[in-house]
Every structure is written in structure tokens, then in C-alpha cells.
């Protein structure tokens, strides 16, 4: 019951979808989309890696960068944000964290699909790999080198929506929206 935020962390924007799902059939009260993804922000925020207080700094940096695209959205949702909300998350880096939540020495869809994570546990992880090297990044089982550079600019904007929807827990989806539409239309069939 009550109100839930779906998460989309892409590779140039982030999508959020405030819904009410009391009903059988969802209602979106709102929605926005912001131009950072995993991709723009870590471009734009490109920076130093090689200390604790250079990598502090550019995490920092993303996450004011998100927070303040995030504003207007905040401010009109602000109301619902004081209630019991669900939060489900579909994206890389939402499923990168709950695999290394699991500690999966490799990443496994049927684990991850459907997974209810402690939000702080899902900050926690964020906050431990931002102060991370690349390098140490890198060397993580499940986490790897092809993601080891864009996963904090994920993180960042993980947080974020932490920030504004405090939440408990925070729903995984390994799908997205197109298996929601090939499911809907296999139903209607």
C-alpha cells in the first residue's frame, strides 16, 4: 500500500516514477528525468583517483550535481515523502550493489531479481567503494574492471535518492521495461 519510487540509472539520465499502487492498477503521481547517468556524470566529473581526499571530493561533487537536478522533483513530492515508501530499483548499478550486498564472487541474475536489500546496507557499499581506487575497485569479485569506473557515479546518484526518500529496504529488478511490455502483451493474448 502507499506510494512507491521506480528507479532508472541509465548511462546519460536517471529516470524516477513516483506511482500510488493502492489500487490493482498502478497510478503515476509523477515522474522526472535528469540528464545524469553513469556515463555524463562520470565524464563531467572527471577528476583524480589517486588519494582518499581527491576521490572524496569528486564523489562529493557528483552527488551535488544530482541533488540539485533533483530539486524541483523533491520538492514536489516532499508531501509523500514523510510516508512508508517503497523503493525498486532497476539498473546496473542497483543490481552491482545488491550482487556485492550477497558477496556473489560473480554475478547471478536469479540472486540479485527480485532481491529486498537494507537501504543502508546499499549506502554502505557506496560509501566504502567511493573511497576506493580504481585499482581497488577493479580487483573486487563481482565488480570488475569494465565497471569499476562508472559504478561510483552510480553510487552517487544512489545516494541521492536515498536522500531524498528515506526508505528501509530497497527492491532489485534485473528486468526493465521491456519485459514489463512483453509480459503485458503475452497476457493480453
Do not use: K
Not at 516514477?17 to 555524463?40: F, Q
Not at 522533483?73 to 556485492?100: E, K, N, W, Y
Amino acid at each position: 500500500d502507499g506510494p512507491a519510487l521506480i528507479f532508472d540509472i541509465g548511462g546519460g539520465s536517471t529516470e524516477l516514477v513516483l506511482i500510488d499502487a493502492v489500487t490493482e492498477t498502478p497510478r503515476m503521481i509523477d515522474w522526472v528525468s535528469v540528464p545524469w547517468g553513469v556515463v555524463s556524470l562520470t565524464e563531467s566529473c572527471a577528476g583524480e583517483d589517486n588519494s582518499p581526499e581527491a576521490r572524496a571530493s569528486r564523489y562529493d561533487q557528483m552527488r551535488t550535481l544530482v541533488r540539485e537536478s533533483f530539486a524541483e522533483f523533491a520538492g514536489r513530492t516532499a508531501p509523500l515523502a514523510g510516508q512508508d515508501v517503497r523503493l525498486l530499483g532497476t539498473s546496473g548499478t542497483v543490481t552491482t550493489l545488491a550482487s556485492l550486498h550477497l558477496e556473489l564472487p560473480q554475478y547471478d541474475r536469479r540472486a540479485v531479481d527480485g532481491l529486498i536489500v537494507p537501504a543502508h546496507s546499499m549506502r554502505s557499499i557506496s560509501q566504502r567503494l567511493a573511497g576506493m581506487s580504481a585499482t581497488e575497485r577493479a580487483d573486487m569479485p563481482g565488480l570488475g574492471r569494465e565497471r569499476s569506473d562508472l559504478v561510483i557515479a552510480g553510487c552517487a546518484i544512489l545516494e541521492s535518492i536515498l536522500d531524498i526518500w528515506p526508505a528501509d529496504r530497497l527492491g532489485v529488478a534485473d528486468r526493465g521495461i521491456r519485459e514489463g511490455i512483453l509480459r503485458s502483451l503475452i497476457a493480453s493474448d
